[in-house]
């Protein structure tokens, strides 16, 4: 297997309300996109989808319920200390609930802060410096 992610699919409660929350951060719809059935989002050089919950239990033949923490946090890296409350301050307006306002890290001589979506779906807003981002927005993990 090459090491990548390729897509990301997140299941949704409400498809209409995920795109809005989406499109509200400044995602643009795919029109690979399947209207009232699946949106996809370009994010870098992989893509994020929004596809509901039971669809996507089902097409991967798991039971569609579950609760609470699932183990996984999506990460948004930003180029700047400020951006990181911008972004929560923006993911707030649009809906989002913030889990852990923004805060100088403990782990890392960065800032970080997590909000969730609509959903659930957990997100962390970091700014770290040993983490650079080109000018594509592609993170790059330090050598050696």
Known sequence: MEPRISLITLGVADLGRAQAFYEALGWRRS??????????????????GLW???KLAADAGVAPEGAGFAGIALAHNVR????V????AEAAAAGAV????AQDSP?????TGYFTDPDGHLWEVAWNPGFPLGPD???????G
């Open 31 to 48: 029109p690979a996109s399947v209207a009232g059935e699946v949106a996809f989002y370009q994010a870098g050089a992989m893509a994020l």
């Open 85 to 88: 409350d911008r972004l929560l």
């Open 107 to 111: 782990h890392f001589l960065g800032r």
């Open 52 to 54: 509901a919950r039971a």
């Open 137 to 143: 927005g592609a993170l790059t993990l330090p050598e």
């Open 98 to 101: 913030i889990t852990k306002p």
């Open 80 to 83: 700047t200390r400020d951006e």
